[in-house]
C-alpha cells in the first residue's frame, strides 16, 4: 500500500513509518516541516494539490494540536489547528483514496476541555462528509506511549527516579494505556483489508491494550525499569483527602482535582475494534509495551 501520513514527524507517525515500512508500505509525509523519518516523499500544508492522490490508498490523519496540560493555550487554537486540518485535508483528498484513519482522542467520549470539543467537532465534520467512495476510520486511543515518548507517565516515574514514596497507595484504579506498537497495527490494518470487512462508510473505534494497568502495579514496572524497589505507601484515603482539600486553600501541588485524576479509574473496552479486525488480541501485552517504553529512558 502507498499511505499518506499527516503528522508524519510527530511521535506517532515517526514510530509509524518504521513500521509500516518494514512491513513493505510505502509511505508518504504531509507535515509543516520536513523531519528525519525514512518516507518516501514530503509536501507542507500548502502543497496538498501537488500530491498525486491517485497514487495514494490511504490516508493517516495524526496532525492536530495536542491536549495542554499547563492550560495556556488558546481555547480556539484547538479548533482552528484540529478541525480545520482536517477540513483542509478532506477537502484535498476525500472521494480519491479508499481508506481516511483518523486520530481523534479518548477524551472525545465525555471530555469538557477545548482540546475534547474540538476533536468532536472533527469527528462530526468526518461523520458529516461520509458516504462516498472514501471509507473513514476513526481511532480514539487512550495515553500513547513509546520508546522516545512517556507521554503522561513522566510524572509517575520522577517520583520513583527521586525515590519517594507513592502515598496513594490506598487506591487500587486501573487506566488503559496504547502501546505505540499495537497503534501502528491497528492503523496498518485499518488502511488494508480489515477496512473493508468492517461494514459502513464511517466507524469510531476506542484504541487501547487488551488489559487496563493499576498505578500501583505501574510503580512496580517503573521500579523495576530502573532497578529499585517500589515504595507504595497506603495512607488512608481519608486522610489523603483531607490533605488535598488543604492544598486547595494553600495552593499546593496535591489538591482535590489533582487527586481526583491521580486515583480516577480509567478502564477502556477495545473488544469492538477487535471484532472488527478479527483479531482475539491486540499483539502486544500492556505491560510488555510498558517494560519497552520504560527501559528505553533507563538507557
Known amino acids: 500500500m502507498t499511505i ?3 503528522g508524519a514527524y510527530g511521535f506517532v507517525g515517526s514510530n509509524l513509518v518504521r513500521y509500516l515500512s518494514e512491513k513493505g508500505h510505502r509511505c508518504l509525509a ?3 516541516a520536513r523531519g528525519e523519518a525514512p518516507y518516501a516523499a514530503f509536501w507542507n500544508w500548502d502543497e496538498l494539490a501537488q500530491i498525486p ?3 495514494i490508498d490511504a490516508v493517516v490523519h495524526l496532525a492536530g494540536k495536542a491536549h495542554d496540560l499547563k492550560k495556556v493555550s488558546d481555547p480556539e487554537s484547538y479548533f482552528t489547528v484540529n478541525v480545520g486540518l482536517t477540513e483542509k485535508l478532506w477537502a484535498a483528498c476525500g472521494g480519491k483514496v479508499e481508506r481516511f484513519v483518523y486520530f481523534s482522542s479518548i477524551k472525545a467520549v465525555d471530555g469538557d476541555t477545548p482540546y475534547a470539543r474540538s476533536k468532536v467537532a472533527a469527528e462530526g465534520f468526518l461523520a458529516g462528509v461520509a458516504g462516498g467512495r472514501t471509507q473513514i476510520r476513526v481511532v480514539r486511543p487512550c495515553m500513547i506511549h513509546g520508546p522516545g515518548n512517556k507521554g503522561n507517565l513522566n510524572l509517575l516515574v520522577q517520583v520513583v527516579r527521586k525515590g519517594i514514596p507513592w502515598p496513594l497507595a490506598a487506591w487500587e484504579n486501573k487506566r488503559s494505556f496504547t502501546s505505540v506498537a499495537n497503534a ?4 496498518e490494518a485499518l488502511c488494508g483489508d480489515a477496512a473493508r470487512s468492517a461494514s459502513g ?6 484504541l487501547c491494550d ?4 493499576g498505578t500501583n502495579r505501574l510503580i512496580e514496572l517503573i521500579a523495576e525499569a530502573m532497578g529499585k524497589k517500589a515504595r507504595l505507601w497506603r495512607f488512608p484515603k481519608g486522610l489523603m483527602r483531607f490533605m488535598a482539600r488543604v492544598g486547595d486553600f494553600l495552593h499546593l501541588p496535591l489538591n482535590t482535582e489533582r487527586l481526583g485524576k491521580l486515583v480516577e479509574d480509567n478502564v477502556v473496552d477495545n473488544s469492538p475494534l477487535l471484532r472488527a479486525l478479527g483479531w482475539k488480541s491486540m499483539p502486544v ?3 510488555d509495551g510498558l517494560r519497552t517504553t520504560l527501559c528505553s529512558f533507563m538507557v
Open 285 to 287: 501485552r500492556a505491560e
Open 30 to 32: 504531509l507535515d509543516v
Open 201 to 206: 462508510p464511517y466507524q469510531v473505534f476506542a
Open 184 to 187: 501502528c497495527a491497528v492503523v
Open 210 to 213: 487488551d488489559e487496563a494497568v
Open 4 to 6: 499518506l501520513i499527516s
Open 53 to 55: 492522490w491517485n497514487e
